[in-house]
Every structure is written in C-alpha cells, then in structure tokens.
C-alpha cells in the first residue's frame, strides 16, 4: 500500500538552529515527492520537488531535500531556521498514475526564541 | 503566477442549509481540481478529483449527493455541501494540479473554514 509516515508529530527548534524533518514513503516505484508548508492563515505553499535527476533537491525559503531510495526517505533540512519558518510541514507522495498526492500527517515545527 | 483563490474564506451556516464554496485559478486554466478537507492538526484528506467538462471523481467514503462539485469552466470549480450538519464543520481546501514540462504540482486555495450550527 502507498503509505507516507512523517514520525515526528513536533519539532522544537532554537532560531538559528539546523533543522531536520523526516519523511518515509512506501510505494511500488519511484516516487514523485515534495514538501509542502502551511502557515496559519495561509494556503500549502511548495517547498521543493523530487521527480528525478539530482537526489539533492534546492527549494525556496534555504531549504533542501535528500531523496535517499535505499532508505526510503526524503528529509527536508535548512541550516538555520528562522522564527518566521514556525509553520506546519508535509511531505507527500504524488502517485503516478492518476498525479494524486499522498499525504503524510504532517510535523509541526515550533521555533524557540 | 499559478493562483489559487477561494471564497469565502469562511462561512457561517445554519444547519439543514447549503453552502457554496468557489476556487478559481486565477492567472492559469486547470483542467483538474482537487478538493481537500483538513480536520484539526490532521493532515489533507482528498474528498474529489474535479475535472473540467465531466463528473467528478469521488474518494471511497464520501457521499458525492452531500458535496456537488462541478467544473464548468477552465478556471472555477464548485464545491456545494448540502443538508449541512455540524460535523461538516471543517477546513475546505482546493488544489489545481498544473504540469511543468516532466513534472507536475498542486497549486492551493488559501482553504475556506465552514462552521455549521
């Protein structure tokens, strides 16, 4: 069954800090992949999108994403995070054969000052 | 560009009403639209598939005579929920799907928030 899992439901991060949120996927072959961001008040905004080519993906805001097919993953990372990045996080799967998304549940960044 | 609008944003109905939700493409025409539904710190659920000029296509488990959507145009697709109720208080977002060369990607709606009393 196609499946995305982002396991953690929170994230805390210090302003300035490095960032990692993960992402698993299970699907019968590769995978479409993206991360998109929610700010209250706002639509889904596209961070990044892996369809093929380099397994290193640049997106907007100095975020970035790592398609590892071995693991199964697509990590969003930035280096440092800013106040203003405190938003809702998904990451999704896009099926090829009719261009649905698959969505995991989503990881919640908070920001500490 | 790739503008996605909804209105209203959010909406207060009584129950046993109706209420119609728009999304339009602002500056692109899209021959699918998604509609979405997001309950409290939950993720997207994909209620129909909107496709311009025929019937939507609708997810197990949604009751497509409760949320009529139609497409009629490139750029606007309708979501009416019916009867409305209580539980079908909840954030209504759209999507339109747009290709870029080998790719594709979802463009959103800023969501409407739907308060049935």
């Known amino acids: 069954a196609q499946s995305v899992t982002q396991p953690d439901i929170h994230i805390t991060v210090s302003e300035g800090a490095s960032l990692e949120l993960r992402c698993n996927y299970s699907y019968g072959a590769t995978p479409y992949l993206f991360w998109y961001v929610q700010s209250p008040g706002q639509g889904l905004q596209l961070l990044l999108k892996?369809?093929?080519?380099d397994t290193l993906v640049q997106g907007i805001k100095g975020f970035e994403a790592e398609f590892k097919r071995s693991q199964s993953s697509f990590n969003l990372r930035k280096p440092s995070v800013h106040w203003s990045d405190a938003a809702e996080y998904f990451c999704?799967?896009?099926?090829?054969?009719?261009?649905?998304?698959?969505w995991g549940a989503g990881t919640k960044l908070i920001i500490k000052p | 560009g790739a503008v996605v609008s909804q209105h209203p944003s959010w909406v207060i109905c009584k129950s046993g009403t109706s209420v119609k939700i728009e999304c339009r493409s602002l500056?692109?025409?899209?021959?699918?639209m998604f509609w979405y539904r997001q309950f409290p710190k939950q993720s997207l659920m994909l209620m129909a598939t909107s496709n311009e000029g025929s019937k939507a296509t609708y997810e197990q488990g949604v009751e497509k005579d409760k949320f009529l959507i139609n497409h009629a145009s490139l750029t606007l697709s309708t979501l009416t929920v019916t009867s409305a109720h209580p539980e079908d208080s909840s954030f209504y977002i759209c999507?339109?799907?747009?290709?870029?060369?080998?790719?594709?990607?979802?463009?959103f709606g800023p969501g409407t928030r739907l308060t049935v009393t």
């Open positions: 892996y369809f093929s080519g």
């Open positions: 500056d692109f025409q899209a021959t699918t």
């Open positions: 999507s339109a799907r747009v290709f870029w060369d080998l790719s594709y990607e979802q463009y």
């Open positions: 999704a799967v896009g099926a090829r054969s009719n261009y649905q998304l698959i």
